[in-house]
């Protein structure tokens, strides 16, 4: 039975274009799922690998400690989060880290990949070429998983508070390239239908003057990095994913 709650969840996880299971209110797709609790395979394995807002559930700056397991109520579930890292050094490795073979290693059931955001905040930045560049090295990862037959699903980024935007770069620049990055790996997904798990219905707000989106407030310690309730927004639609996939 349809219930706002529902609609509001949902409309968080966009879909591949062969797994569009359910339908479309308002141009938002709604997926099919009313599972908030861990999968009944919670045994299996699942890494987390990404950035700093994969890694710091665990604490460092955030202050935070948790784990994937705790919050999920799962058992095996690897934090392969690594701060400041791009795709690229998640490909190819930097500072004795190595995510992606690391992730490879663990032989995982499922990965949940997130990245895109340190894309943005390149003193380096170009209009045309680095969501490019960004799209060049999420594919050579996704194209590694699938060589080792891992299934894997991507989050998109999240933009930064109101305020942080401001602070950093008058006007909003470091949103509008996140923006940008989100389009193109939004696009990325859908071709190659890859579940694609926006958080921006979860954990911001769209500014009724701007029309763009920031992440809230009270979810963030710094108007970047989540704070424990923001984790605890994430956990729903990461559920709703995993009681999907992890069969």
């Known amino acids: 039975?349809?219930?706002?709650?529902?609609?509001?969840?949902?409309?968080?996880?966009?879909?591949?274009?062969?797994?569009?299971?359910?339908?479309?209110?308002?141009?938002?797709?709604?997926?099919?799922?009313?599972?908030?609790t861990p999968p009944q395979s919670s045994s299996k394995k699942v890494v987390m690998m990404g950035d700093s807002q994969i890694r710091q559930i665990q604490g460092g700056y955030t202050g935070i400690k948790s784990s994937w397991n705790e919050l999920l109520g799962m058992e095996n579930i690897v934090n392969e989060g690594h701060n400041g890292y791009m795709f690229e050094e998640m490909y190819n490795g930097i500072d004795g880290n190595f995510p992606l073979q690391q992730t490879i290693n663990h032989n995982p059931d499922y990965v949940y990949l997130m990245g895109g955001t340190n894309e943005s905040l390149s003193g380096e930045w170009d209009e045309i070429e680095s969501p490019k560049k960004t799209i060049y090295w999420l594919d050579k990862i996704c194209k590694e998983l699938e060589a080792n037959n891992?299934?894997?699903?991507?989050?998109?980024?999240?933009?930064?508070?109101?305020?942080?935007?401001s602070t950093i770069n008058v006007g909003g620049v470091l949103n509008y390239r996140i923006e940008k990055i989100s389009e193109v790996m939004e696009e990325y997904c859908y071709i190659n239908d890859?579940?694609?798990?926006?958080?921006?219905?979860?954990?911001c707000y769209k500014d009724e003057t701007t029309h763009r989106w920031f992440l809230t407030d009270k979810l963030s310690f710094d108007g970047i990095h989540f704070n424990l309730g923001g984790y605890e927004m994430w956990k729903q639609p990461l559920l709703c994913s995993m009681n999907k996939n992890l069969k």
């Open 1 to 36: 039975m349809w219930n706002p709650h529902t609609f509001f969840v949902y409309s968080g996880i966009l879909k591949g274009k062969m797994r569009k299971i359910s339908f479309i209110v308002a141009g938002i797709l709604l997926v099919s799922c009313n599972k908030f």
């Open 150 to 165: 891992i299934p894997f699903s991507i989050h998109l980024p999240v933009p930064f508070t109101k305020s942080k935007d």
């Open 194 to 203: 890859i579940e694609c798990i926006d958080l921006k219905p979860f954990l």
